[in-house]
């Protein structure tokens, strides 16, 4: 799979690529053990859940805005 990368993007654009999809898969996981653990402090949101799984873009925004509101309530203090 890196050797179709390289053969289309070249060195630095499967590297750019590979580093890409290794965060969004890792932001990812993160956004869906937040999720989980906020559902678990309120109601059970399994509809959250549901979406935190079939829509991977979902966890990952989700995540860059909690890390936001947190950066905003660090401020704060």
Partial sequence: M???????FGFVGALVVSLFTFFFLVLWMAGVAGICDHANKDTPHKFLLFLAI???LYP??????DM???KKELRRL
């Fill in 68 to 70: 936001i509101e947190q």
């Fill in 2 to 8: 890196l050797e179709t990368l390289y053969n289309y």
């Fill in 54 to 56: 079939v829509i991977p």
């Fill in 60 to 65: 990952v925004v989700w995540i860059i805005m």
